[in-house]
């Protein structure tokens, strides 16, 4: 695996001076929303922990939950503030008209917080979750317990994994990584189907619990 060579052989560099700081950066980042290998680099330092005095793995683990957590809830602000106004100007065009928005908003409350929490362990939905929460108003306070939780054990999970069992943690973690996404797509496609289908069902119940103008109901207040 050469790319997670030449990233080890980066992190060793770093790691003496700077090795919490990339850790929390990179996870943080990821966790804003764009595609960077966070998980692999907490394994890594992780790694290099358990073989170099100069790397605390409680500290590495603090630094992972803590840009974990700080990167999920600047996501989150993001798609507060900007995702609807992005879904009203464009959302027509792939098919996400007023009935739609409304219904995607109805469905993250109900089921938001198991979204937020089991994202956190499957590449694609940690970069996306965040912003998605934030875009569907859901209750800041059950985003925050939700994404803190999913957040210190992921951390905690995969630190203390790779510190215990190394190298071995990492091959496994790779060689799972496109069941587990294939999974998740397969699971995301199936819910598709579903809410396709009883799209009409759905949507009445959406109406029901956010009546009114769309724009009236973003502001409704929740529970």
């Known amino acids: 695996m050469p790319v997670i060579s030449s990233l080890f052989g980066e992190l060793q560099q770093l790691a003496p001076l700077h090795g919490y700081w990339v850790v929390g950066l990179i996870v943080g980042l990821e966790s804003l929303g764009l595609p960077l290998p966070g998980e692999t680099i907490l394994v890594l330092a992780a790694i290099y922990a358990a073989t170099d005095p100069s790397l605390n793995i409680w500290l590495v683990i603090a630094v992972a939950a803590f840009g974990a957590i700080i990167g999920d809830n600047i996501g989150y602000w993001l798609g507060s503030r900007y995702g ?6 464009y959302g027509e065009r792939i098919g996400m008209l ?3 928005i409304k219904l995607g908003q109805y469905l993250f409350l109900r089921h938001g917080a198991k979204v937020v929490f ?3 362990f499957v590449a694609l939905l940690r970069i996306l979750a965040a ?3 934030g875009l569907n108003r859901m ?5 925050l317990m939700a994404n803190a ?6 951390a905690t999970a995969f630190g203390v994994g790779g510190f215990i069992f190394g190298k071995a943690l990492l091959q496994l973690h790779h ?7 294939a999974l998740a797509l397969a699971g995301f496609f199936g819910c598709g189907y579903l809410i396709r289908r009883y799209e009409d069902r759905l949507t009445e119940l959406a109406e029901r619990a956010l009546p009114g103008p769309l724009v009236a109901a973003l ?3 929740r529970p």
């Open 219 to 221: 502001h409704v207040k």
């Open 139 to 143: 209750p800041w306070r059950a985003f």
């Open 118 to 120: 089991l994202g956190r």
């Open 175 to 181: 060689a799972l990584a496109p069941i587990v996404l």
């Open 98 to 100: 007023e009935p739609r």
């Open 84 to 89: 609807y106004a992005l879904l009203l100007r």
């Open 131 to 133: 912003f998605l929460a």
């Open 149 to 154: 939780t999913g957040g210190l054990i992921w």
